[in-house]
């Protein structure tokens, strides 16, 4: 069964940092692969994305706090988020798509979710 599952997520104080990683079965190594969150009350939207040949791309709000890599040996994606806002507060969800990463991959597949409380 091909799964995207997160990892990493919690609780932690404004400007602290979490890292959240995304294993995969190695299915979407070759994928455009991304970072997405939703809010309560909010639409979904792209965070960050990584396509299969290393092109990055970030939504405004997290460009310079956010980093987005990819360990393609280790089938895991990764989303490095350091001075956390208040409002980065969400559902973390990660994705894979055949879209480039200026589309945010365009997402075929979807994981569950972690959960991100920044207070």
């Known amino acids: 069964q091909v799964q995207l599952v997160e990892s990493g997520g919690g609780s932690v104080q404004a400007g602290g940092s979490l890292r959240l990683a995304c294993t995969h079965s190695?299915?979407?190594?070759?994928?455009?692969l991304g970072w997405f969150r939703q809010a309560p009350g909010k639409e979904r939207e792209g965070v960050a994305a990584?396509?299969?040949?290393?092109?990055?791309s970030y939504v405004d709000s997290v460009v310079g706090r956010f980093t987005i890599t990819r360990d393609n040996a280790k089938n895991t994606l990764y989303l490095q988020m350091n001075n956390l806002k208040p409002e980065d507060t969400a559902m973390y969800y990660c994705?894979?798509?055949?879209?480039?990463?200026?589309?945010?991959?365009?997402?075929?597949?979807w994981g569950q979710g972690t959960q991100v409380t920044v207070s």
């Open positions: 190695g299915y979407y190594s070759s994928y455009c």
């Open positions: 994705a894979a798509g055949y879209g480039g990463s200026r589309s945010f991959c365009s997402p075929a597949y």
């Open positions: 990584i396509d299969s040949l290393g092109s990055t």
